[in-house]
């Protein structure tokens, strides 16, 4: 299974000034598998270190931070020496022991010779609990489920992938069908790493529900395992409020939702520990657009997504089945789950979403972006509904250089707006980062 992110761990292991390394990013994303494998072909050998598995490692750092007596001890643990030339250094959910994470400064300074890296699951959650991250002394690389055109390469479809990066509008429209049918598994199926590899090996909807199932089992089970207790009930609340946030028509978060009278400060550090742990993405509100955008940013008002669309899938409990019915799957919930896929894709490039909605109006628009100097707005459209009203409206304001409306439609411009299928947003984002 190819992970973009490689990519990136190679630019990192070729820097010659490389900090310690680490990947952030919630549960069953893929952090272990992606460093292992990393590892494997790209070093002679691994010290691979899990300190929620084995916690009497903790000792190790608990009398301070001699980096040269750490390595020693480590190499006991190991059974071999870490500390020689060719040997990744990994540490495993290193957000169970807070010196760890320390000391990951001192190897920055004492042994920048070192290669590590590091992840856990919990790390953002951990840094709103005291512990803290050696600002300036480490890397950051951020994970998150399979992209499209990650899922693409996982079902060895390689050639249609280069056929949407050639961006040939006539050629994709002659594959739109099968371009189609991918996205429909890909809306159920989503991105966690275990789901797909299941999907791939069995092309078994049912088999694929029960692994998402209980990645759902164990986001709940880590509630009453790491989250403060007195927040635990409220956590609870938020997790299972979402779907019906999600299917509103207005799909800002309400808290009257989760229950008659629910005001913010209630429910303030609930849905920030979710955020923390990767499982919700919020998108902020903007009323009036502007550079830079996160100076307009409305933080009281958001809409909150999942943190795979397959989940959502699972949630609703939509029947598998439904991928051979036409265009159904695409406007469930009033095209909620076009909108997460949209934002998986946005995230996985790195780009932050916000989301339009003046005062006292209907209009909104799903997303906004800023590329460089340029900002974008981004309209979903479920199936291939083609009107973009709000868009419009959004246009006369503003007048953007470029407007897009992304839905089942082929590619189509006009004047002002361009049309991009779904299939190939990924695709057309890609290529506006690297202008």
């Not at 495993?92 to 300074?109: G, H, M, N, V």
């Not at 759902?216 to 609340?237: C, G, T, W």
């Not at 932050?352 to 909104?364: D, M, V």
Request: charged share 25%; aromatic share 12%; proline share 4%.
């Amino acid at each position: 299974m190819y992970r973009i992110l490689t990519e990136n761990l190679r630019e990192w292991k070729a820097n010659p000034d490389k900090k310690p390394l680490i990947i952030l990013g919630a549960r069953q994303v893929g952090k272990t598998w992606l460093m292992k494998e990393f590892g494997k072909n790209e070093f002679k050998s691994i010290a691979y270190f899990n300190f929620e598995s084995k916690r009497e490692l903790s000792a190790i750092f608990a009398h301070g931070f001699h980096v040269n007596q750490i390595l020693s001890a480590l190499s006991v643990i190991a059974g071999f020496k870490v500390d020689v030339e060719g040997c990744l250094i990994i540490f495993d959910e290193i957000q169970a022991c807070p010196e760890a994470l320390t000391s990951l400064k001192y190897f920055c300074e004492d042994r920048p010779d070192i290669p590590i890296i590091s992840a856990g699951s919990l790390l953002g959650v951990a840094s709103h609990q005291g512990t803290s991250f050696p600002v300036g002394k480490v890397e950051f690389l951020q994970l998150y489920p399979l992209n499209f055109h990650e899922f693409l390469l996982a079902k060895n479809k390689g050639n249609i992938l280069e056929l949407i990066q050639t961006a040939d509008s006539r050629m994709i429209e002659i594959f739109s069908p099968e371009l189609i049918k991918l996205l429909k598994e890909y809306y159920i199926v989503g991105g966690m790493p275990e789901a797909v590899k299941e999907f791939c090996e069995s092309d078994d909807y049912r088999k694929v529900r029960e692994i998402q199932l209980n990645i759902l089992n164990a986001y709940e089970n880590d509630f009453s395992k790491h989250a403060p207790l007195a927040q635990v009930p409220r956590i609870r609340m938020v997790w299972q409020s979402l779907l019906s946030q999600l299917a509103k028509e207005n799909s800002k978060f309400i808290y009257n939702v989760m229950r008659p009278g629910a005001r913010a400060k209630d429910f303030e550090l609930a849905i920030e520990w979710l955020k923390d742990a990767g499982l919700i993405h919020k998108v902020n509100r903007l009323n009036k657009v502007g550079f830079p955008l996160a100076a307009y940013a409305d933080w009281a008002d958001f809409k909150i997504y999942l943190n795979d669309l397959g989940l959502i899938s699972a949630i609703a409990e939509l029947s598998p089945e439904i991928i051979l019915r036409g265009n159904e799957l695409f406007s469930e919930f009033k095209g909620i789950i076009s909108e997460q896929f949209i934002l998986q894709q946005l995230l996985s490039a790195n780009v932050k979403p916000y989301y339009w909605n003046p005062e006292n109006t209907r209009s909104e628009v799903d997303f906004i972006i800023q590329l460089d100097n340029l900002i974008v707005p981004i309209e979903v459209k479920a199936a291939e509904n083609v009107k973009a009203k709000s868009l419009s409206i959004y246009y006369e304001k503003y007048k953007p250089e470029i407007c897009i409306r992304t839905s089942l439609a082929g590619y189509k411009s006009q004047e002002w707006l361009q049309n991009v299928p779904l299939y190939g947003f990924l695709n057309w984002l890609n290529s506006r980062l690297k202008l």
